[in-house]
């Protein structure tokens, strides 16, 4: 598959080519950069660390209706199925995200809503040439410039993108971009190859994450859950805005004769994510759920799936409001006895 | 499982007839439903212990056992005790209203494994209904296991639920039936006491029987020690777990313990699984 490159000045007329896809990008919404439908090329912001909410909200939306119905009627109509589009800026961490909740959501029974959106969407990616401060990529099997769970890499150089395709879908991607782009030159892939080897040598964070899905279970009434959990204010943060985590709660919404039944994203830092109807909990305090969420990250996830739900992009310690760290965490699982 | 294409949508069901077990604030009520479409009814097929997800449209869905064997007919049935939001209003559903089911789901008791064996069901209150397809089950095939006892108590008398299957349970050849309650009540000629101890007072043996115990957390715990004591080994002991659940199928996350989904790999574990697992019995 050809490399190829696009000018930055040619950007708004690439945008302009994607024709029958939806394009999706980073985008500021209020407060926040997320990966939002495009309709102005001057609002993408591709000169970003990354974007606060992951793209796992265009593959599995914060809410979405699993399908509506009329009260009084047992019809049920789920959505019509998703349009062909591309998702471009991804980094490197959070296409590897993607993979990991694939294994999720087509294990065992495959979930047709996620699953129609991944099937249907290219993704392109931006290899991180300035990681942030807390990403620790590489201590869990990630890369600035890793192409998993791409279709195409992509690698800002000083005054154009350098375009890898990698997928039969990246590879027709790049032939309805042909217009707009050129041939990339050996220089040219030289300079990223550099760019990805600086940011690699960039990342400071680093744990050693060997033996701690083996470790996990035989802590289960250390000290170090308690202590984590002393500060948590149980908002939750961390999981909305981590790429792998995927739990949801499922809810009927009714106006007037117009019901639908909708799943959104839940978190297990919430005490009625696990409520019984009776009362009981069986996470009943922040302590158990702090457990929950590192232990399902690495070891639950791990024995199941053979691989650690985590990719290392630090969006839980940038946003956590009272600074829990999970580098630090880990740090203590390994030392702990 | 046996369901539509998309996992989530539930099929329609009608109640054909609904009647209070027990009454009291916490009371229950079971739903005995079929199916609508006919194709789903032939496609259906479930095994004693699966659970199947109980809805309403426009209030919402519940994950119950399903509490009677299919070897009883082409029906369903769900005991539900009046709980929540969607337990209080399937208690106003009455016979010819609709409900929602989607399933099975889980696992199942492995009834086909413990041919040839003495089984032996300890419940409590509410944990019956799942016993309850294991008892039907076996009675239904009573020269394939060497018998079935049926060790089941509840607070007070009106607490126990299924009480008019007792006597013919206790008439079949081959079953025995022993209840319990709290507490002393006029005309109850049955015993008095909790659940665990009648089963020391039973004294069941050990030898090729497997025993499965449902009820709440308290007579569980005290169950298993005396199992222990009866020198029942972990791999001759099941019970089934319960978490709060919204898929059914292990997706929405919730109904974890370790790395067990309750919802798919469970609802039944044995004791030999469970005890090396610390949050199976928070």
Sequence with gaps: MDIIKLRKDKFADFLASMGDYKLFAPQKVGESLRFAPVTDAGKVELAMANTTVPPKSIFFPQTETLYRYALGNTETHPPAEGEKGVIFGVRPCDARAQVIVDKLFSWDVDDPYYLDRREKTVVVGLACNKPCVNCFCLSVGGDPASTEGLDMLMTELDDAYLLQPLT?????????????????????????????????????????????????????????????????????????????????????????????????????????????????????????????????????????????????????????????????????????? | MCNNANPYVPFTATIEDTWFETVGDRCVKTFKVTLDDAAARANWSHRPGQCAMVGLLGVGESMFCVSCSPTEGDFLRFSVMRMGKVTQALHEMEAGDKITVRGPYGNSFPLEEWKGKHILTIGGGIGQAPLRPIV????????????????????????????????????????????????????????????????????????????????????????????KKLNFADAQIYTTLENRMKCGFGKCGRCNVGSFYVCKDGPVFSYATLKDIPEAFA
């Excluded at chain 2, 007792?166 to 081959?174: L, Q, R």
């Design chain 2, 136 to 227: 039907e089950y076996v009675k239904a095939k009573m020269d394939q296991y060497a018998g079935l006892t049926m060790i089941y108590g509840a607070r007070t008398s009106g607490d126990l639920c299924f009480k008019n299957e007792f006597a013919e349970i206790s008439a079949c050849g081959g079953l025995t039936c022993h209840l319990t309650i709290d507490l002393a009540e006029e005309g109850w000629d049955y015993n008095v006491g909790f659940v665990p101890s009648l089963l020391m007072d039973v004294n069941p043996s050990p030898e090729n029987t497997i025993a499965i115990t449902c009820g709440p957390p308290i007579m569980i715990r005290f169950v298993l020690e005396n199992l």
């Design chain 1, 168 to 337: 039969e879908k990246g590879e027709k991607l790049s032939q309805a971009m042909a217009a707009v782009t050129e041939a990339a030159e050996t220089g040219d892939l030289h300079k990223a190859e550099e760019l990805h080897q600086q940011a690699r040598e960039m990342i400071g964070r680093k744990v050693e994450t060997d033996g701690i899905p083996q470790k996990l279970p035989g802590l289960w009434e250390d000290e170090l859950w308690q202590d984590t959990a002393a500060s948590c204010l149980g908002c939750g943060i961390c999981t909305f805005l981590c790429p792998t985590c995927h739990c949801f709660d499922i809810q009927d919404e009714v106006e007037g004769y117009d019901g639908r039944r909708c799943r959104m994203w839940d978190s297990c830092m919430f005490k009625e994510y696990t409520l019984h109807a009776s009362g009981h909990n069986p996470r009943p305090t922040r302590r158990e759920r702090t457990r929950n969420r590192i232990s399902h990250k690495y070891s639950y996830f791990v024995q199941k799936f053979d691989v650690i739900a985590c990719v290392g992009c630090g969006r839980c310690i940038n946003f956590c409001p009272v600074n829990i760290d999970i580098v630090e965490v880990l740090r203590q699982v390994k030392e702990a006895r």
